[in-house]
């Protein structure tokens, strides 16, 4: 579980760093924290500068996200990005306190990832469709609280106000989140982790509240529709942070298995894009809300691109890879792409897992039919290893604002995937300083 939860760490302050460059809405959450000002106890990460923990925090969390390239739990349930909710939290609030070793932090987050996916476990039915409430905010503010009650030492009392004081601040919906135009969808971790390091430093000072947050998490929320098993089997023994994927695409997790069928289409077959005439894309009910036409074919934020099925299948056939770039704001216009995504239909098999059957069909002039059954019914791990997370790690570390010498680079990728011999997390964040 060490080993898992570093990974996680590394993986999670990487595509943190390209955000503060590419993702307007971050740039505009730091703009406003530094016009704020205040106590400097906690890093900006990738702009540089501290600034209060707590908002500390709410700007590195609104980066966590940002680019949809964090790790996450795929399945039909939990659906939940476990880390982009948990290290930012946690970090902030060890800048603050000190001393805070590298086994400590990593103890920190595991438990914060374990409490936030048995949580997400537990409704009954799919999160994202069968209710309102957005569920990576709604489950995200606990591993936050969390994370930052255990660096912090609170007693069983207090983490326990703490997680009271966490579900008076639970909020999102899939509506705000899903609008076209809208932001939240990428800086959606930046109120969960504020939320979490208030609720916690609110407790450490004594404020109480109610004492059985996740029963009533689940009786507000969700109707007490909920099987307590996945909360309590082989708690403290079993670690769920071990069932996180890191991603090789920086997109929806419900895009990648569409992605990778059209990737082995366009190798297999050399389909040039000009020659493309139809795309049929079958899917999940989830599948179908990201593949609503038009907004979907046309997108308008990088965020909205990420989450639409025909452009991400577009990009995939056009370019036969899916980078950082091809989500910039100023290349979603592809002439090629835009053409491909607007010629892509949906076709609903109800069937079909989210995360484990897609296929996708490309017609082309002249009469070709060729097509790719992903059927990954077992979901088994397609497996992203140490190799393919530290090049990931450098790519998204020379979008940071604030620059990174290759030395640093080396120096922090090293520090991270050796926590266990830190005596204090401020030897991490003095590498980005």
Same mark, same amino acid.
């Given at each position: ?138 489950? %995200? +503010?606990?591993?936050?609280?969390? $994370?930052?009650?255990? *660096?912090? @030492? ?6 326990? !106000? ?43 000072? %004594? +404020?109480?509240?109610?004492?059985? $947050?996740?029963?009533? *998490?689940? @009786? ?6 909920? !099987? ?206």
């Amino acid at each position: 579980m060490r080993e898992v939860t570093k990974r996680s760490i590394l993986d999670t302050l990487g595509v943190i760093l390209p955000a503060t460059t590419l993702e307007k809405a971050c740039i505009s959450i730091y703009e406003l924290a530094k016009e704020a000002g205040g106590k400097e106890e906690s890093t900006l990460l990738g702009f540089g500068g501290k600034i209060p923990c707590w908002m500390a925090a709410f700007v590195n969390g609104s980066c966590a996200h940002a680019l949809d390239f964090d790790d996450c739990i795929v399945g039909e349930n939990p659906i939940h990005h476990p880390t982009a909710s948990t290290f930012p939290a946690a970090l902030a609030v060890a800048e603050k306190i000190g001393g805070v070793s590298g086994k400590d932090f990593v103890t920190a987050v595991a438990l914060g990832n374990d409490l936030s996916i048995r949580i997400a476990s537990g409704p009954t039915g799919n999160t994202m469709m069968d209710y309102p409430f957005f569920p990576v905010s709604t489950f %995200g +503010i606990f591993s936050a609280a969390a $994370a930052s009650g255990k *660096l912090l @030492k609170l007693s069983e009392v207090k983490m326990l !106000n703490a997680l009271g004081l966490a579900l008076h601040r639970v909020g999102g919906t899939n509506n705000a989140v899903f609008a076209p135009d809208s932001d939240v969808r990428a800086i959606r971790d930046g109120f969960t982790n504020q939320e979490g390091v208030i609720s916690a430093l609110m407790a450490s000072k %004594g +404020i109480a509240a109610c004492k059985d $947050a996740i029963e009533q *998490l689940f @009786k507000v929320y969700y109707n007490d529709r909920y !099987n307590p098993e996945p909360l309590t089997s082989d708690l403290g023994k079993k670690f769920r942070g071990s069932e996180t994927e890191y991603k090789i695409w920086p997109s929806c997790g419900q895009t990648h298995n569409y992605i990778q069928a059209a990737l082995n289409i366009a190798k297999e077959y050399d389909i040039k894009p000009d020659d493309v005439e139809e795309v049929i894309i079958t899917g999940s009910q989830d599948g179908a809300l990201h593949s609503k036409l038009p907004e979907a074919a046309s997108p308008t934020t990088s965020i909205a691109a990420k989450f639409s099925i025909p452009f991400c299948v577009a990009v995939a056939l056009v370019k036969r890879s899916v980078t950082i770039s091809d989500f910039l704001v100023q290349n979603l216009a592809s002439p090629d792409v835009i053409r491909i995504a607007q010629k892509t239909k949906f076709k609903l098999d109800p069937t079909f897992g989210s995360f484990t059957r897609a296929i996708v069909e490309v017609r082309t002039r002249g009469g070709g039919h060729y097509s790719f059954d992903l059927n990954n019914t077992k979901r088994e791990k397609t497996g992203v290893n140490l190799e393919d997370l530290i090049t990931k790690f450098n790519d998204c570390a020379g979008y940071s604002k604030k620059n990174l010498s290759q030395a640093r680079i080396k120096k922090l990728i090293n520090t991270i995937l050796h926590l266990e011999n830190v005596n204090d997390m401020g030897e991490i964040t003095d590498i980005l300083a």
